[in-house]
Structures are given as structure tokens and as C-alpha cells.
């Protein structure tokens, strides 16, 4: 096996492990995860395996072998990147057991990014879809397909891909004061923005972000308390995608 490990690329760090972090050290090229490493890429479509666009730390290697290694899986993803029109990266309206708040896709007609594709066999998609809560009624994602007429991915050879898979909020995204929804600058900056804003959410998560980390994994109730906080305070405002997340294509 040729390639590199993911210590030697600094990809190792899975934000689970380090809030502040989140959402990761991203690959500055595609590649092919396997195991601790990442290996050449042999192509950039696999029609054996389903698209998921990922906007948060789902493009982190170190993020997802944490998540594989817990489930038992070790098959190879493929991460391709690729350049993204119509979406943009906004800020769930949730926070996570994990201890940071998350990133969520928000529909952007006029943006243009590069984003992680991750290409999924059926036993991968179920394990991302456990993690982000997809099966259950009160989980915070919702997966959803969007069509390329509505958010266009472009791969590197310059296909364009017919549609893609990402999870969508189902609480929905912060908005930014004046009802759109705010970028995610990355954690510490946010959960510094977010405190300086609000003397409840202090109240209840201290008033540095390392306090914020630190209370939140001592304390698995303040998730639900925070997350409630960010809608009672009128924070939050729809991402755009809820009708694609309502109508989600099976594989």
C-alpha cells in the first residue's frame, strides 16, 4: 500500500476528540481514505457506491475513521474534490453532544465552493447516517438529495455530477441579524462570536469557548438546553434545502 498516513499529512485529528477544532484538517487534494492513510485516487465516479456532499467533518479523515473504526468498517472512501455552485456552508441550529456547533448546508444560488465528495457503499452511508442521527424521528439531520438543476457539482475532470446526497438540519441554521443565514468561520471564532451575543447562553456555557467544550461534555443535557436557547432567542432561520430533505431518494 503507497501513499501516506494521515499523521504524516496532519489529517489525523478527529474533532470528536477536539471540539475546537472542528470541523478538521480537510485533504488539500482528492484521495482514497483507507485506513490510516490516504492513497491516489484510480477515478472519480464509482457507480457502485452513492455521493455525499459534505460541508463539515465529514471531510476530515481523521473524523471518518473515527466513525468507521467505531462501527467495525474498514472498505476504502473515496473523497473527491470538487467545485460546488448553489450551496453554501451555514451554521446548525443545534449544538452537539460532541461539544461544537456544527456546519450545515444552506441553499446560495450566487455561491461557489470547493467542497468534499465522499463516495459511499451501502454499509458506509448507514454508519453516516446513524451519526447524524438520520434515522431517528428526533435526530438532527434529514439526508437529502439535491439535483444537479439546483446545486451543481463539478468534478475535476469537469463532470457534472446528476445529483448528490447531504444533511440538511432539521432545526434549521443561524442567521446572521438580519434573517440570512451566517457562514461558519469555524469553532472557536463562532462559539466566541455566539457568547458575546447572548448573556443567557453564558449563563449556561461559560463565557470562552473552552468553557463552552468543557461544560457541554461534562453535561449531556445542556445539548437540548442550547439548542432550545438558539430558537428561543430567535437565532435560527430555514436553510433553503427543507423540501429536498422532505422528499429523500432511497438507494
Same mark, same amino acid.
Given at each position: *500500500?503507497?501513499?501516506?498516513?494521515?499523521?504524516?499529512?496532519?489529517?489525523?485529528?478527529?474533532?470528536?476528540?477536539?471540539?475546537? =477544532?472542528?470541523?478538521?484538517?480537510?485533504?488539500?487534494?482528492?484521495?482514497?481514505?483507507?485506513?490510516?492513510?490516504?492513497?491516489?485516487?484510480?477515478?472519480?465516479?464509482?457507480?457502485?457506491?452513492?455521493?455525499?456532499?459534505?460541508?463539515? #467533518?465529514?471531510?476530515?479523515?481523521?473524523? $471518518?475513521?473515527?466513525?468507521?473504526?467505531?462501527?467495525?468498517?474498514?472498505?476504502?472512501?473515496? *473523497?473527491?474534490?470538487?467545485?460546488?455552485?448553489? %450551496?453554501?456552508?451555514?451554521?446548525?441550529?443545534?449544538?452537539?453532544?460532541?461539544?461544537?456547533?456544527?456546519?450545515?448546508?444552506?441553499?446560495? &444560488?450566487?455561491?461557489?465552493?470547493?467542497?468534499?465528495?465522499?463516495?459511499?457503499?451501502?454499509?458506509?452511508?448507514? *454508519?453516516?447516517?446513524?451519526?447524524?442521527?438520520?434515522?431517528?424521528?428526533?435526530?438532527?439531520?434529514?439526508?437529502?438529495?439535491?439535483?444537479?438543476?439546483?446545486?451543481?457539482?463539478?468534478? &475535476?475532470?469537469?463532470?457534472?455530477?446528476?445529483?448528490?446526497?447531504?444533511?440538511?438540519?432539521?432545526?434549521?441554521?443561524?442567521?446572521?441579524?438580519?434573517?440570512?443565514?451566517?457562514?461558519?468561520?469555524?469553532?472557536?471564532?463562532?462559539?466566541?462570536?455566539?457568547?458575546?451575543? #447572548?448573556?443567557?447562553?453564558?449563563? $449556561?456555557?461559560? $463565557? =470562552?469557548?473552552?468553557?463552552?467544550?468543557?461544560?457541554?461534555?461534562?453535561?449531556?443535557?445542556?445539548?437540548?438546553?442550547?439548542?432550545? %436557547?438558539?430558537?428561543?432567542?430567535?437565532?435560527? =432561520?430555514?436553510?433553503?434545502?427543507?423540501?429536498?430533505?422532505?422528499?429523500?431518494? =432511497?438507494?
Amino acid at each position: *500500500m503507497t501513499g501516506r498516513t494521515l499523521a504524516e499529512l496532519g489529517l489525523a485529528e478527529a474533532p470528536r476528540d477536539h471540539p475546537l =477544532t472542528y470541523p478538521g484538517a480537510w485533504p488539500t487534494a482528492s484521495g482514497l481514505l483507507h485506513g490510516d492513510r490516504m492513497l491516489p485516487l484510480e477515478r472519480l465516479v464509482y457507480d457502485d457506491r452513492v455521493p455525499v456532499l459534505t460541508v463539515g #467533518s465529514n471531510a476530515c479523515p481523521g473524523q $471518518l475513521r473515527h466513525k468507521m473504526v467505531e462501527s467495525g468498517i474498514d472498505s476504502p472512501v473515496p *473523497m473527491v474534490r470538487s467545485r460546488v455552485r448553489g %450551496l453554501d456552508v451555514g451554521v446548525s441550529a443545534h449544538v452537539s453532544l460532541c461539544g461544537y456547533v456544527s456546519a450545515s448546508p444552506v441553499k446560495s &444560488p450566487d455561491a461557489s465552493r470547493e467542497l468534499f465528495v465522499i463516495w459511499l457503499d451501502r454499509r458506509q452511508l448507514e *454508519m453516516i447516517d446513524a451519526s447524524e442521527g438520520v434515522p431517528l424521528p428526533e435526530g438532527n439531520y434529514r439526508r437529502a438529495w439535491l439535483p444537479a438543476s439546483e446545486v451543481r457539482v463539478e468534478l &475535476p475532470d469537469g463532470a457534472v455530477l446528476a445529483g448528490t446526497y447531504a444533511y440538511v438540519n432539521r432545526h434549521g441554521v443561524l442567521h446572521d441579524g438580519a434573517g440570512a443565514p451566517r457562514p461558519h468561520p469555524g469553532q472557536r471564532p463562532l462559539l466566541s462570536e455566539l457568547l458575546a451575543g #447572548s448573556a443567557p447562553l453564558r449563563e $449556561l456555557f461559560g $463565557l =470562552t469557548p473552552e468553557e463552552f467544550v468543557a461544560r457541554i461534555r461534562a453535561d449531556r443535557a445542556l445539548s437540548a438546553l442550547g439548542t432550545r %436557547l438558539f430558537a428561543e432567542q430567535r437565532w435560527v =432561520t430555514e436553510s433553503g434545502l427543507e423540501p429536498y430533505a422532505d422528499g429523500r431518494r =432511497t438507494i
